[in-house]
Structures are given as structure tokens and as C-alpha cells.
């Protein structure tokens, strides 16, 4: 990367500075220093992995696929994968430290050697369900590693070869808690259904093969930390990553929205990693300010699931609410959807804005394309990490071979939606003599 200057973020001073979403000039300095192929899976570490990944995979209408337990030799810990696309979800929990304690090759069987027990129940106490890793494939994982080091990453686990054919491990410290993983395989003709070595296939009436609900990739992992500034620079040092996006608080016509952003993305504009910080002064306390006392920290706030029909997607989603799956944050008034007409025209059809109605979904725009989204409650006990569901809509390239492909971040991340959520709520207010009945859906970046 090396654009230490960017002048719209730094002031005379070299103070770090956001300058709003309109001042923002977006360009793409392709300043990666390692070469990123894509984001490869999430970790979450549980206190029982089990029953996590398999509402998980109800609710969001992801098979598990593979497994890595007692069943497989593996004596460490237990972790299950649950795919749709190319999203990859992994739950991981240790077993008893006492027989890992005891057993001399409890370790040698991990299929992921970065576990560390007590670290993984700490983990867990401190944040309760909450994400570990942000992983991503890349060309060579070591080499990332090493020059991630050189660059000012804080390290958290050197380079491990998983397999004797070039598969390779290895962490550094991305905010509070949460690392980012480096993957890479040697082998090019490994299995498209693979995963890590150690990995088997989940067969029986565990893992529902035909659950899908159109969900197809990860969009963007989003961090909450306590400022902004040293963050961005920490993350954009070592990675070479770009600044993408970004909005203040100011933005939003109204401090409501409680947070600052910023958006860093890799060469592709595929890999998104925005990241929130609280601000203070406004009537009500910032969202994030209640994450960071939640989470004891920093954290991943939410993580963007890009579905190829959103419809579909919130349909399924909506009938399993009640019954294990996810609720979703309270719709926007009927004033917001008449809004919409003149926000979406060109783009949704009257029939698409009323499926919108239906399920709750929100529309913002920026000047490439169009954003659908909706997010879920907290999906654990604390109010700490959602889910947010998108459908990108626009932006469409070529590539060198004429196949047709969307543009990373194609109508942003719905910073819009703070403002004319708020907007919307007032006029449905003034509608009404009963008191407030919604609150603004929060958490946008
Ligand atoms: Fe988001």
C-alpha cells in the first residue's frame, strides 16, 4: 500500500481524519502487500459446538457439511462447517482440558493447531458467543504472515503446515480478540468440497444436504473498536488494504446514528472490512458504546451474508423466527416504504417494493447501485454480534474472459438508511398520537 498521505484522510497535521461520505473521493490503489484470493470462513468459538452450529444452520439454512470430532481421531476439540456457496461457517469448541491435559497426542490431533485451549475458554467467558477468526485465502499463508510481521501486525500464531502437500495455517491480531487467519494450499487440484485437512464429510441425519435458502457468500465482516484512527492504520499497514467507504456521524443529518466508519478493502474490493467507533454526546448512547461494554472489548459486530434472492432468503428465514432460527430488528414504518417509491424508482419494480414491505427489508442506493438489506436481532445472549442479509443489485463488469461479474460494495452499505429511517419515523410519528413505537434499525456500516 504505502498511501500514508492519502490526503482525505489525514489533515496538514497527519492527524488521522474522516471527512464524510460526500468529501470522500473513492479510488483503488490496488495497495495489497500479499496476494488475497477471497474471504475463505468464519470461526466462532463456543462453549458447545454442537448445538451452536446446528441452530446456526437452521436458521440460516446452511448444511454441515463437515465435521472434525471425537468421530475423526480428532481428541482436541470439536468444529463443524456449515456451507451455502461459498460462505463457510465453522464452529469450534474444546473438550475436556483435563483429557487433552492427559492424552500426549490430544494436540496432535487438531485439525486446527492454532486452538489454544485455555485462550478459546477464556474467550468464551469474556465475549460469550462471539467470532475468533476473520479468514481469508490467500496465495501463501506464510508469506502473508511474514510480511503482515514486517508491516506492524501484532502476531497470534506463526505458520503451521496442515498437510504434508502445502496447506498452511498461520494468525495475527486483528482488534480485541478477533485474528485474522491466513490460508493458503499448495495443492491446486485439492477438492472443490474441501475444507482444511482433517476435515470429513457429515453424513446421516445431522446434516440436511438440500437446506438452502439462497445464501451465497460472505460481503463484509464488521469490527466495533474503541477508536477508529490507530485501528485503520494498524489494519491498512499491514495489510496494504484500501480505505473503501466511510461516514461519520454528521452524515446521517442527525447524530443519532452513534457511530463513525470506515470501510478498508482488499485489490478486488472483495474482501470488506469496515469498522465502526463509537461517539458520544448524543441523546442516546451509541450503539457501539454498548457493544464494546457487552463484548468486554472489541469485536465483530456483524457479518454480511450476501444471498442471490433475498426474498427467498427472508422468506425462509421469517418461518423459522419463532422456532430456533433468527428474528429480525423491527420494520421500518409504512411511511418509509412510501418514501421508496422516489428512492427505488428505476430499479425495484411496485412489486418488489411491496415484497420489501412484506419482509422488512431496506433499500439505499449509492452512485453505482442499489443495496438490499435487513438485520437480525443479537444472535446470542449479549447484544453483540447480528447478522445482516444484502442483495447487491447493479454494478455489473466484465472480465478478461467476457464472464460477467459484480463489483465489490456495489451500492455501499447503507449509510442511507440512517437518515431516512429517521426521517420516516418522525413523519409516521406525526401520524400517530400514541408515543414512539420503533426504534431506528441499527448498525448499518
Ligand atoms: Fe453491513
Keep these: 500500500m504505502g498511501k500514508e ?9 497527519g492527524e488521522f481524519k474522516l471527512v464524510g461520505f460526500n468529501n470522500f473521493v473513492r479510488s483503488n490503489p490496488r495497495s495489497d502487500r500479499f496476494t488475497v484470493l477471497r474471504f475463505h470462513h468464519i470461526e466462532f468459538w463456543c462453549t458447545d459446538a454442537t448445538n451452536t452450529a446446528r441452530r446456526f444452520s437452521w436458521g440460516l439454512g446452511m448444511p454441515i457439511v463437515l465435521k472434525s470430532d471425537l468421530s475423526t481421531g480428532n481428541l482436541s476439540h470439536a468444529s463443524y462447517l456449515l456451507r451455502s456457496g461459498r460462505l463457510n461457517f465453522l464452529f469450534t469448541a474444546p473438550y475436556s482440558p483435563t483429557l487433552a491435559a492427559s492424552s500426549d497426542n490430544a494436540k496432535s490431533t ?15 467467558a469474556s465475549h460469550g458467543l462471539a467470532v475468533r477468526s476473520i479468514a481469508l485465502e490467500v496465495q501463501d499463508a506464510a508469506q502473508a504472515y511474514s510480511v503482515s510481521l514486517a508491516h ?7 505458520p503451521i503446515p496442515l498437510s ?8 495475527v491480531q486483528l482488534y480485541g480478540d478477533v485474528v485474522l487467519r491466513y490460508v493458503s494450499f499448495g495443492n491446486p487440484s485439492r477438492d472443490p468440497d474441501g475444507f482444511l485437512p482433517g476435515f470429513e464429510k457429515m453424513e446421516g441425519t445431522a446434516s440436511y444436504a438440500d437446506l438452502d435458502f439462497g445464501i451465497r457468500r460472505l460481503d463484509h465482516a464488521v469490527g466495533n473498536v474503541h477508536e477508529l484512527a490507530p485501528m485503520v492504520e494498524y489494519v491498512k499497514g499491514f495489510t496494504g488494504f484500501h480505505e473503501f467507504a466511510e461516514f461519520t456521524a454528521e452524515d446521517v443529518g442527525t447524530n443519532e446514528s452513534g457511530l463513525n466508519s470506515m470501510v478498508l478493502a482488499s485489490n478486488d474490493e472483495m474482501v470488506l472490512l469496515p469498522m465502526n467507533e463509537p461517539v458520544f454526546g448524543t441523546k442516546r448512547k451509541s450503539q457501539i458504546q454498548t457493544y464494546l461494554e457487552h463484548n468486554e472489548g472489541p469485536g465483530v459486530q456483524h457479518l454480511a451474508l450476501a444471498s442471490e ?10 418461518q423459522r423466527s419463532g422456532v430456533g432460527g433468527f428474528e429480525f430488528m423491527p420494520s421500518p414504518p409504512p411511511t418509509y416504504y412510501q418514501n421508496l417509491k422516489n428512492r427505488a424508482a428505476g430499479v425495484l419494480s411496485d412489486e418488489q417494493i411491496k415484497e420489501c414491505e412484506k419482509l422488512g427489508i431496506l433499500v439505499d442506493r449509492d452512485d453505482q447501485g442499489t443495496l438490499l438489506q435487513i438485520f437480525t436481532k443479537p444472535v446470542g445472549d449479549r447484544p453483540t454480534l447480528f447478522i445482516e442479509i444484502i442483495q447487491r443489485v447493479g454494478c455489473m463488469l466484465k472480465d478478461d474472459e467476457g464472464k460477467e461479474y459484480q463489483k ?4 455501499g452499505f447503507g449509510k442511507g438508511n440512517f437518515s431516512e429511517l429517521f426521517k420516516s419515523i418522525e413523519e409516521y410519528e406525526k401520524t400517530l398520537e400514541a408515543k414512539s413505537i420503533a426504534d431506528p434499525a441499527a448498525g448499518a456500516a
Excluded: Y
Design 5 to 13: 498521505s492519502d490526503s482525505n484522510t489525514k489533515n496538514g497535521a
Design 164 to 171: 504434508s502437500d502445502g496447506a498452511v495455517i498461520a494468525e
Design 408 to 411: 465489490g460494495g456495489c451500492g
Design 110 to 124: 487438531a485439525s486446527i493447531p492454532t486452538l489454544d485451549h485455555s485462550a478459546c475458554r477464556a474467550f468464551a
Design 152 to 158: 506492524g501486525a501484532k502476531p497470534s500464531a506463526p
Design 309 to 318: 434472492d433475498i426474498f427467498r432468503t427472508l422468506r425462509e428465514m421469517r
